[in-house]
């Protein structure tokens, strides 16, 4: 892991973050419905197809129903719960606290609250569809919540709390497998690793 504003502040609009994951950490964490990881199932890539590389992300994407769970709902809760807590006072502000500049201005930190909102959301749609929309459907209202046009935290953690709910129906109502096959996902990860060696 890697940030143009290293360890000793937040990151600013010019800052970049960088994270590399072997494939078998990523496969780890996707399968274990980490929204960063999942993320990377619905962003595109600029492989060349033809390319080492490329083959073998395509393997990865063609098995992405591998990557699919209920148990993932949790995931998604557990991360977008982190950041309320932190956003109402009743968890510490994390590593690099958290934004005055929006506290001071709007009464809490609405870049929080947008990903409390965004982290929801993806949940509901992964968790229904099997896949997150990339970029979200709801920009607009992120976008409002981040400028602070939304309203007040209570109105933020009222919708935040419906998400909450809507997020534990669509887990209950989900077609999908509680849990992912570890099985299949090892297998698949392995065979990318022999065909991608075997090319060198």
Not at 63 to 80: C, D, H, I, P, T
Not at 87 to 99: D, P
Not at 106 to 125: C, P, Q, S, W
Request: aromatic share 10%; with cysteine; glycine share 8%.
């Amino acid at each position: 892991m890697w940030s143009t504003a290293g360890n000793e502040r937040r990151n600013g609009p010019a800052d970049v973050d960088l994270c590399l994951y072997s494939l078998r950490k990523w496969a780890t964490l996707a399968a274990k419905g980490n929204p960063t990881a999942l993320h990377f199932l619905f962003t595109g890539h600029s492989f060349s197809s033809e390319s080492k590389h490329g083959k073998a992300w395509q393997a990865v994407l063609q098995s992405k129903e591998l990557f699919v769970s209920r148990q993932a709902a949790a995931a998604f809760q557990g991360f977008a719960n982190d950041q309320l807590a932190r956003l109402v006072g009743s968890k510490g502000a994390g590593q690099h606290g958290q934004r005055p500049e929006y506290i001071g201005k709007f009464g809490y930190d609405t870049k929080a609250a947008m990903h409390v909102i965004r982290l929801l959301n993806e949940g509901i749609e992964f968790i229904k569809s099997g896949t997150i929309t990339l970029p979200r459907p709801e920009r607009d209202l992120l976008i409002s919540i981040r400028t602070g046009e939304f309203g007040s935290l209570e109105k933020v953690t009222n919708l935040a709390n419906r998400l909450f709910a809507d997020l534990d129906a669509s887990r209950e109502s989900s077609a999908f497998p509680e849990k992912v096959d570890v099985k299949a996902i090892n297998k698949l990860v392995a065979n990318i690793y022999l065909d991608f060696y075997v090319a060198v």
